[in-house]
């Protein structure tokens, strides 16, 4: 059984590459840090969370359109929108581990490491006491008030230092709080430093400076440097919005936490472009609606949270986080900036183009002001599979299981004869037959029964179908449901209906509209 946050993480990583969801790049050749590949399974699971963002975003609204743009762009873009100057991280290196890590990731878990520990106070203090009135314990208890205000100067100092891109004070809350590394428990660090994050390389055969281009670290320049080709192609009005989904790349100082952080990822992101003014106002409605989407899935609501900025982007007036909480804490999944008319302005200054609106309900032209939300595809995967995983004892033996919403899961319905005779496993290939033009299905025959049940558990399937000796008589199956082990019996002529029922991505769109 599963002992605690940190062994699940270490079974749901095993999982992944022991029932084909993710592979290490370049396996045999030791593997490339933060690189991964999606196996069978794995890419299903990848491809219908797409699907899902998809027709959430654009085709469930008539003024959100699509767009699919090139990895390379022209390396002005990633001047004009600030990226080579100031898309950087702080690193700092431990001199005794040669361990590098990110300045800002290791004072932000010291913070959260105080939490815990006011957190700890007060379940020690629940169990002490009937009565226990929380607030009054946080504001009375001297254990807690003493971390509460070393934290809080903490956080000041850390959130100034941020938005001074002050990196000696940086170092010095580092010293103060007598942070070690988190690997070797050393404190020798050096001084911290800023690092470009973005992947150059050379376009054409001449290698000389002007050649430089980037592997692009977001998707949204492709959106902004498009913005009125798709307003003139698709005739769209402000408010309107544009959606890709795309790969990005990022030179992360720290690749942990298995898909977490990936030097190469897919990102899902939608801009949505708005008169100057009305920004807040539909930067809160996407809040929402982005929440909505999550909740939808079925996920505990427990399991997700805001997180505001405490240092906003060089592009953003307001920038809020919606975080999961994964095995190794919250942390953040998708974010939802209101980007002003930064990105716009720039490129029409660095273009000398004009990437102006003529508003004509107001008689004006404007750079329009953006609202964007982005969320990273194998973050969302990672969610899912952390979420869905489970183990239970059946029978005395353990099950494992992966409770994947039903419209998430690779393999919808698997299709089994019980024996592999007297004329099953073609009655169940007829089945199979029929329901492969609808869904994504899974036929075999071999080993018995129960044990191909349990490896449908492994991959989250959530209905499997069995032709049995009564199917030859009487035209019935039995279906089984994932997480109940429940099984039905059912008319052959209603498995298509039922199942597509079952597993209609439908229904949930339509709690969102
Ligand atoms: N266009 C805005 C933007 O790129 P971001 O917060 O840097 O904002 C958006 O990234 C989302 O992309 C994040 O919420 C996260 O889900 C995902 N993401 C960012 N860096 C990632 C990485 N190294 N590996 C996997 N996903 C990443």
Do not use: C, V, W, Y
């Given at each position: 059984m599963i002992a605690n946050d940190a062994e699940k993480f270490k079974k749901v990583i095993s999982h992944a590459k022991e029932y084909g969801f993710i592979f290490q790049s370049s396996e045999i050749y030791d593997g490339l840090s933060a690189v991964y590949d999606y196996a069978s399974y794995g890419v299903l699971l990848k491809n219908n969370i797409k699907e899902y963002w998809w027709k959430a975003m654009v085709?469930?609204?008539?003024?959100i359109v699509g767009l699919d743009t090139a990895?390379?762009?022209?390396p002005t873009t990633w001047k004009a929108s600030g990226h080579v100057d100031a898309f950087n991280d702080p690193l700092i290196d431990n001199?005794?581990?040669k361990k590098r890590y990110r300045a800002d990731n290791l004072i932000e878990d010291y913070l959260t490491k105080q939490e815990d520990k006011i957190n700890k106070e007060i379940e020690k203090a629940k169990k002490r006491f009937?009565?226990?009135?929380e607030e009054m314990f946080r504001t009375t208890n001297a254990r807690v008030l003493e971390i509460a205000e070393k934290k809080n100067v903490v956080y000041s100092r850390y959130v100034k230092a941020l938005n001074d891109n002050n990196l000696e004070e940086l170092k010095q809350i580092i010293i103060d709080c007598e942070?070690?590394?988190?690997?070797?428990?050393?404190?020798n660090w050096t001084d911290v430093r800023q690092f470009n994050l973005m992947f150059s390389t050379k376009l054409g055969a001449v290698s000389d400076e002007a050649d430089t281009i980037y592997l692009r670290p977001e998707t949204a320049q492709g959106i902004f440097v498009n913005f009125l080709n798709v307003q003139k192609t698709t005739r769209?009005?402000?408010?309107f919005g544009i959606a890709q989904i795309g790969k990005a790349f990022r030179n992360e100082i720290v690749a942990r936490q298995f898909i977490f952080r990936m030097r190469e990822f897919e990102q899902m992101e939608m801009q949505f472009f708005v008169r100057p003014g009305e920004e807040l106002n539909y930067y809160d409605h996407w809040k929402t609606t982005r929440m909505k989407w999550h909740l939808?899935?079925?996920?505990?609501?427990?399991?997700l949270k805001f997180h505001d900025h405490d240092k906003v982007a060089h592009y953003a007036n307001a920038a809020v986080d919606i975080e999961f909480n994964f095995p190794f804490g919250f942390k953040e999944l998708e974010g939802i900036h209101s980007r002003t008319n930064f990105d716009l302005t720039q490129h029409s200054e660095f273009s000398g183009k004009k990437m102006q609106y003529f508003d004509s309900e107001i008689n004006e032209s404007y750079v329009p002001y953006v609202v964007e939300t982005s969320i990273g595809c194998d973050r969302m995967f990672l969610a899912m599979l952390c979420n869905a995983y489970d183990e239970e004892i059946v029978n005395e033996d353990t099950r494992t299981v992966l409770r994947l919403p039903v419209v998430l899961a690779p393999i919808k319905v698997a299709v089994f004869?019980?024996?592999?005779k007297d004329g099953l496993p073609e009655k169940a290939l007829e089945v199979f037959n029929e329901l492969k033009f609808y869904h994504q299905c899974y036929y075999e025959e071999k080993d018995a029964i129960g044990k191909r049940y349990r490896r449908q558990d492994a991959i989250g399937t959530p209905y499997c179908i069995t032709i049995d000796h009564q199917t030859l008589t009487d035209n019935t199956v039995t279906i089984r449901e994932r997480d109940s082990m429940q099984q039905e019996r059912i008319n052959i002529e209603n498995v298509l209906k039922i199942v597509s029922d079952k597993v209609d991505m439908n229904k949930i769109l339509k709690t969102l509209a």
């Open positions: 085709q469930m609204h008539e003024n990895i390379l762009m022209h001199k005794d581990s009937a009565d226990f009135d942070i070690a590394d988190p690997e070797a428990g050393s404190r769209q009005k402000i408010p939808a899935l079925g996920t505990d609501e427990k399991m004869p019980l024996l592999k």
